[in-house]
């Protein structure tokens, strides 16, 4: 008799059927605890446990191909975030692999063959259960509920809230992006009872958070702290013994967090954003990345491109193309060889922390030079050209990092016989500020023992660079315009593409000024001169009168400024470099610069346009967006130093354009006949951090920028001194904001009218207005932690932009 292949089920009993369906539901549901003498299989998907909120699941968790491990997790956010690892460097099989609890207390996790890989250290106690906690916490009970172990006691590279942070755990990163083995960074209470964040990489260890030059009382802990112990709580906030504290930037109740020691070498406190179920940085260790030590290995070194990036310097390629932890190997050899020539090749702004074999203040470059030199084992040396001579001779190279806040410059040893400009490579560029991504950065000043200078790798480079450009150039115009027959005005289009950015000759820039006869203005920095290109374009041409760099240096920084582009920004087209001048050529500004419209010479025949307040406005949000780019979105994140109104110059439209934004970094101020202070600004507009001997930040441009828009609003020079009750003297900036606190100290209403340019004869917005003079004042405060960012600034501007116009 043939029976129909689903005979067998048909005919099942029914009460048996419905246990059997029972049975099978029951087993693929996550269980909430793990009981004496059972176990959980890799193999089974059902073999999990949950948290009673259902937020965390703990389980075998895949970290690769067959490889599990046994972990805690989130359990519904963007690929399941991983809080704790028992086995996080010892994966286990995805076949026959289990985690047990043992009926002598022991809880076991075994591979395929049975081999022991965790255990706890309960054995002989009377365990009941193993249970996951609504807080993330997976502990061991026994019958009476006290907690024999718990994994909040052994944390891999995540701190829980309300997970108690002591003097017996850390925690140590993983190795990797997307990697879970444990990694060479660590957080944890050093010696002397301080939270500390330390590289123990393959070769070296380094202590990078908190500061290491200062000591414990200026970073703000004590070592009287002997508990020590620290855990952040419901709200976001983080509580250590050693007085280190910190908080959520969302802080408050409701909201799941964690703090993680990252593979990048950070601590970051992560917030979890419910909407989406993935995570937002709520606060982090240090802000600037390239300060982690170890992080591109031995000789490797971090630049930001914006994003941080490893890198390895001239002579020197990846020691391991998968692995930066290997950092970098020489390609030539390292050994005392006195016969061996060598020279010096200068990496801007770039710093090798630690391994000072040479320590020298107040010394010449030369002499700096001159002593690592003298010893075989000095690899390269530090040497700043800010007036303090203090020279570092490194005979190792760790924890490289270029910054442009740095003020000093590494100098690479290496054989006179290498070539490096065949180690420099531009693998692409950035659309944000058409900044150029190099493997290995540019440097410049190249030493030999003789002194002498050598320009085989900036003109190798530049041969190179142009070899190529000139190819494609020329087969493109065949291919295009002769093969094709492309008219005539398109291929006008493109020779004029191919003549931006470019360097000069003197002779030329001499041609295009008529000799430098056309005089349009003259600051601290600089003579300009008007000058019509072969091209037909009408430019500025700058003579800079006090650029100290050599030649490769000064090309390097100004071709990074050439390569910004914004439309609030004066567009440099070029320029001249040789061994007495240095010139730029920029974009011509048909209006000239703002004072010129807000401060008129009277005494000039020529009148500037009157300013009316659309204008003013137009200025204000303009000058503000530049300075937000610079700030904000651009790879060298520059910063002005001379904000004031002759550095905004105004195009044929009255569209602000911020010029001489590169000067900072190329011009040594405060020499003889400048105005400037002993490093940068312009009195009136200077913050009082130069003055404080503050380290200098982009507040220094919002305190300047805050002068300026409050003169755009008033229509005079705040910076002049004024003479009140016909005694005292003070700038029209102290009188102004002094008559504000005063009226809103009277409790007065505030009158925009009083404030406004009365040439306006009332025909201004009072509401942009109003705005800008809150937001002048604002910029100006002495706590520089007080003033707004630009891009703050420009937020506020745009939120009254297209407001109606209210005539007053």
Same mark, same amino acid.
């Given at each position: 008799?043939?029976?129909?292949?689903?005979?067998?089920?048909?005919?099942?009993?029914?009460?048996?059927?419905?246990?059997?369906?029972?049975?099978?539901?029951?087993?693929?549901?996550?269980?909430?605890?793990?009981?004496?003498?059972?176990?959980?299989?890799?193999?089974?998907?059902?073999?999990?446990?949950?948290?009673?909120?259902?937020?965390?699941?703990?389980?075998?968790?895949?970290?690769?191909?067959?490889?599990?491990?046994?972990?805690?997790?989130?359990?519904?956010?963007?690929?399941?975030?991983?809080?704790?690892?028992?086995?996080?460097?010892?994966?286990?099989?995805?076949?026959?692999?289990?985690?047990?609890?043992?009926?002598?207390?022991?809880?076991?996790?075994?591979?395929?063959?049975?081999?022991?890989?965790?255990?706890?250290?309960?054995?002989?106690?009377?365990?009941?259960?193993?249970?996951?906690?609504?807080?993330?916490?997976?502990?061991?009970?026994?019958?009476?509920?006290?907690?024999?172990?718990?994994?909040?006691?052994?944390?891999?590279?995540?701190?829980?809230?309300?997970?108690?942070?002591?003097?017996?755990?850390?925690?140590?990163?993983?190795?990797?992006?997307?990697?879970?083995?444990?990694?060479?960074?660590?957080?944890?209470?050093?010696?002397?009872?301080?939270?500390?964040?330390?590289?123990?990489?393959?070769?070296?260890?380094?202590?990078?958070?908190?500061?290491?030059?200062?000591?414990?009382?200026?970073?703000?802990?004590?070592?009287?702290?002997?508990?020590?112990?620290?855990?952040?709580?419901?709200?976001?906030?983080?509580?250590?013994?050693?007085?280190?504290?910190?908080?959520?930037?969302?802080?408050?109740?409701?909201?799941?967090?964690?703090?993680?020691?990252?593979?990048?070498?950070?601590?970051?406190?992560?917030?979890? %954003?419910?909407?989406?179920?993935?995570?937002?940085?709520?606060?982090?260790?240090?802000?600037?990345?390239?300060?982690?030590?170890?992080?591109?290995?031995?000789?490797?070194?971090?630049?930001?491109?914006?994003?941080?990036?490893?890198?390895?310097?001239?002579?020197?390629?990846?020691?391991?193309?998968?692995?930066?932890?290997?950092?970098?190997?020489?390609?030539?050899?390292?050994?005392?060889?006195?016969?061996?020539?060598?020279?010096?090749?200068?990496?801007?702004?770039?710093?090798?922390?630690?391994?000072?074999?040479?320590?020298?203040?107040?010394?010449?470059?030369?002499?700096?030079?001159?002593?690592?030199?003298?010893?075989?084992?000095?690899?390269?040396?530090?040497?700043?050209?800010?007036?303090?001579?203090?020279?570092?001779?490194?005979?190792?190279?760790?924890?490289?990092?270029?910054?442009?806040?740095?003020?000093?410059?590494?100098?690479?040893?290496?054989?006179?016989?290498?070539?490096?400009?065949?180690?420099?490579?531009?693998?692409? $560029?950035?659309?944000?500020?058409?900044?150029?991504?190099?493997?290995?950065?540019?440097?410049?000043?190249?030493?030999?023992? $003789?002194?002498?200078?050598?320009?085989?790798?900036?003109?190798?480079?530049?041969?190179?660079?142009?070899?190529?450009?000139?190819?494609?150039?020329?087969?493109?115009?065949?291919?295009?315009?002769?093969?094709?027959?492309?008219?005539?005005?398109?291929?006008?289009?493109?020779?004029?593409?191919?003549?931006?950015?470019?360097?000069?000759?003197?002779?030329?820039?001499?041609?295009?000024?008529?000799?430098?006869?056309?005089?349009?203005?003259?600051?601290?920095?600089?003579?300009?001169?008007?000058?019509?290109?072969?091209?037909?374009? +009408?430019?500025?041409?700058?003579?800079?009168?006090?650029?100290?760099?050599?030649?490769?240096?000064?090309?390097?920084?100004?071709?990074?400024?050439?390569?910004?582009?914004?439309?609030?920004?004066?567009?440099?087209?070029?320029?001249?470099?040789?061994?007495?001048?240095?010139?730029?050529?920029?974009?011509?500004?048909?209006?000239?610069?703002?004072?010129?419209?807000?401060?008129?010479?009277?005494?000039?025949?020529?009148?500037?346009?009157?300013?009316?307040?659309?204008?003013?406005?137009?200025?204000?949000?303009?000058?503000?967006?530049?300075?937000?780019?610079?700030?904000?979105?651009?790879?060298?994140?520059?910063?002005?130093?001379?904000?004031?109104?002759?550095?905004?110059?105004?195009?044929?439209?009255?569209?602000?354009?911020?010029?001489?934004?590169?000067?900072?970094?190329?011009?040594?101020?405060?020499?003889?006949?400048?105005?400037?202070?002993?490093?940068?600004?312009?009195?009136?507009?200077?913050?009082?951090?130069?003055?404080?001997?503050?380290?200098?930040?982009?507040?220094?441009?919002?305190?300047?920028?805050?002068?300026?828009?409050?003169?755009?609003?008033?229509?005079?020079?705040?910076?002049?001194?004024?003479? +009140?009750?016909?005694?005292?003297?003070?700038?029209?900036?102290?009188?102004?904001?002094?008559?504000?606190?005063?009226?809103?100290?009277?409790?007065?209403?505030?009158?925009?009218?009083?404030?406004? %340019?009365?040439?306006?004869?009332?025909?201004?917005?009072?509401?942009?207005?109003?705005?800008? +003079?809150?937001?002048?004042?604002?910029?100006?405060?002495?706590?520089?932690?007080?003033?707004?960012?630009?891009?703050?600034?420009?937020?506020?501007?745009?939120?009254?932009?297209? %407001?109606?116009?209210?005539?007053?």
């Amino acid at each position: 008799m043939r029976h129909h292949p689903c005979s067998s089920i048909l005919s099942f009993p029914p009460l048996l059927l419905l246990f059997a369906v029972l049975f099978s539901f029951v087993s693929s549901t996550p269980q909430n605890a793990l009981y004496e003498g059972s176990f959980l299989a890799v193999e089974d998907k059902s073999g999990i446990l949950t948290s009673p909120d259902k937020f965390f699941t703990c389980g075998f968790y895949p970290v690769g191909i067959n490889a599990f491990c046994f972990s805690i997790w989130y359990t519904n956010t963007a690929n399941g975030t991983v809080v704790w690892m028992a086995n996080r460097d010892r994966a286990v099989n995805g076949h026959g692999s289990k985690i047990s609890l043992l009926k002598n207390g022991l809880m076991v996790l075994t591979d395929l063959d049975g081999t022991s890989v965790w255990s706890t250290n309960t054995t002989g106690t009377n365990v009941q259960k193993l249970e996951l906690l609504n807080s993330g916490n997976l502990i061991l009970t026994d019958p009476q509920g006290n907690i024999l172990w718990q994994s909040f006691d052994s944390p891999t590279d995540t701190l829980l809230p309300n997970q108690a942070f002591t003097k017996n755990t850390n925690l140590i990163s993983a190795k990797g992006e997307g990697m879970y083995s444990s990694g060479y960074f660590r957080f944890f209470f050093d010696n002397d009872n301080a939270l500390k964040l330390i590289y123990n990489g393959p070769e070296i260890d380094s202590l990078y958070w908190p500061n290491p030059d200062n000591t414990l009382y200026v970073n703000g802990r004590t070592n009287y702290n002997s508990t020590r112990i620290a855990l952040f709580d419901d709200m976001g906030r983080f509580l250590s013994s050693d007085q280190l504290s910190f908080s959520a930037s969302d802080m408050g109740i409701g909201i799941r967090r964690r703090l993680v020691m990252d593979y990048d070498g950070n601590l970051r406190l992560y917030s979890l %954003d419910e909407s989406t179920m993935s995570w937002v940085v709520s606060w982090e260790a240090l802000p600037e990345q390239c300060s982690v030590h170890g992080l591109c290995g031995k000789n490797g070194i971090c630049v930001y491109t914006p994003k941080p990036q490893c890198s390895c310097p001239p002579g020197y390629e990846m020691t391991d193309p998968q692995d930066w932890n290997k950092g970098c190997k020489p390609l030539f050899n390292q050994s005392c060889n006195q016969t061996q020539e060598v020279r010096f090749l200068m990496l801007p702004q770039t710093q090798f922390y630690g391994y000072d074999l040479i320590y020298q203040s107040s010394v010449s470059f030369n002499t700096c030079m001159n002593l690592c030199l003298e010893s075989c084992y000095c690899q390269a040396f530090i040497y700043g050209l800010a007036g303090d001579g203090q020279c570092y001779g490194k005979d190792a190279l760790f924890n490289g990092y270029r910054s442009p806040n740095f003020p000093y410059s590494a100098y690479l040893k290496l054989p006179k016989s290498l070539n490096t400009s065949v180690y420099s490579a531009s693998n692409g $560029s950035d659309p944000t500020c058409g900044s150029i991504r190099t493997e290995t950065p540019l440097g410049s000043y190249v030493y030999t023992q $003789s002194g002498t200078t050598t320009w085989v790798y900036l003109y190798s480079f530049a041969l190179a660079i142009g070899a190529i450009e000139v190819f494609f150039a020329s087969f493109g115009w065949w291919f295009l315009f002769r093969r094709h027959g492309v008219p005539t005005s398109v291929e006008d289009g493109y020779q004029a593409i191919a003549s931006q950015f470019r360097k000069f000759t003197y002779k030329e820039l001499k041609k295009a000024t008529n000799r430098f006869k056309d005089e349009l203005g003259r600051g601290s920095s600089g003579v300009v001169y008007k000058g019509v290109l072969s091209d037909n374009r +009408v430019v500025a041409v700058k003579k800079l009168g006090d650029i100290v760099q050599g030649e490769e240096e000064f090309w390097a920084e100004v071709t990074t400024f050439g390569r910004i582009n914004h439309m609030n920004l004066v567009r440099i087209w070029g320029f001249c470099s040789g061994s007495v001048h240095r010139l730029l050529v920029y974009e011509y500004a048909e209006n000239g610069s703002l004072d010129r419209h807000l401060f008129p010479d009277v005494s000039k025949s020529i009148k500037s346009p009157f300013l009316q307040w659309e204008d003013r406005f137009r200025i204000a949000l303009g000058t503000a967006k530049g300075l937000a780019y610079l700030h904000h979105e651009c790879l060298e994140w520059v910063i002005h130093c001379d904000m004031k109104p002759e550095n905004i110059l105004l195009d044929s439209e009255f569209e602000p354009k911020i010029a001489d934004f590169g000067l900072s970094k190329l011009s040594q101020r405060g020499g003889a006949g400048s105005e400037f202070s002993r490093i940068r600004g312009t009195k009136g507009y200077m913050a009082p951090e130069w003055a404080l001997n503050l380290p200098i930040t982009a507040k220094v441009d919002v305190y300047s920028f805050g002068v300026v828009l409050l003169e755009i609003v008033k229509g005079v020079r705040l910076s002049n001194w004024v003479l +009140v009750d016909d005694a005292v003297e003070m700038t029209g900036l102290t009188m102004l904001l002094r008559e504000v606190k005063m009226t809103i100290g009277n409790e007065e209403k505030f009158c925009v009218e009083d404030v406004v %340019d009365p040439q306006l004869k009332g025909k201004f917005n009072r509401k942009q207005a109003t705005t800008m +003079v809150k937001i002048g004042i604002s910029c100006v405060k002495e706590d520089r932690n007080k003033r707004p960012t630009m891009d703050a600034v420009v937020q506020a501007l745009l939120e009254c932009k297209d %407001d109606t116009m209210k005539m007053v």
